[in-house]
C-alpha cells in the first residue's frame, strides 16, 4: 500500500505539469472505502465526505496563500 503521507506544496510545486497529485488522497480512499462498506449508502458516509471537503478546502486555501507570497 501507498505511503499515506500528505503531499507538501514543495511537491506540488516540483511535480511534472502532467502528473496528478492529490493532497487529499487520505481522505478520498477513506470516503470510497466508506461506500463499498455501506453499500453505497451516502448518508452512512457523510462525515468521510466532510471530511475531505474541508481537506480540499484547506488545500485550495494554502495554495492561494502561497501564490499571493509568490511562493508558486
Do not use: H, V
Not at 514543495?10 to 488522497?25: G, H, M, R, T
Amino acid at each position: 500500500e501507498k505511503d499515506p503521507r500528505r503531499i507538501t506544496l514543495k511537491e506540488f510545486q516540483n511535480k511534472q505539469p502532467s502528473k496528478f497529485l492529490d493532497p487529499c488522497a487520505i481522505e478520498r480512499r477513506n470516503s470510497y472505502k466508506c461506500l463499498e462498506e455501506n453499500y453505497y449508502d451516502g448518508e452512512a458516509c457523510r462525515e468521510l465526505f466532510e471530511d475531505y471537503r474541508e481537506c480540499k478546502k484547506m488545500w485550495l486555501a494554502e495554495r492561494a496563500r502561497a501564490r499571493r507570497a509568490g511562493e508558486l
